[in-house]
């Protein structure tokens, strides 16, 4: 299994935090939709210092990445897309399942 790629994973998920657009007209949730996971993925990112992030932590920061796509109702397919991009960018490699 090959180490993932700690600063490229974290900068490939707040990029696509923040280039998604939001979809979601009720702003009532977008506090912690949004901006309470991109707050504590940038904590995490902070308290990791320079020790590379292990598979079971990135699966954790993607699940809170996944809140803010359901928050924001970002199409599957823009989804699939930033998904992919940080599998290619960090040398994750996710498994994805069939809907």
Do not use: W
């Amino acid at each position: 299994m090959s180490e993932i790629d700690t600063r490229a994973f974290f900068s490939a998920v707040l990029k696509a935090i923040a280039c998604t657009r939001n979809h979601n007209a009720d702003q009532s949730g977008y506090a912690d939709g949004v901006l309470a996971p991109a707050a504590a993925i940038r904590a995490f990112e902070k308290d990791l210092g320079e020790r590379p992030v292990t598979r079971p932590e990135a699966e954790k920061v993607l699940a809170q990445l996944e809140s803010v796509f359901r928050t924001k109702l970002t199409p599957a397919e823009e989804r699939e897309h930033y998904l992919g991009r940080i599998a290619e960018l960090s040398g994750l490699s996710l498994v994805r399942t069939g809907a």
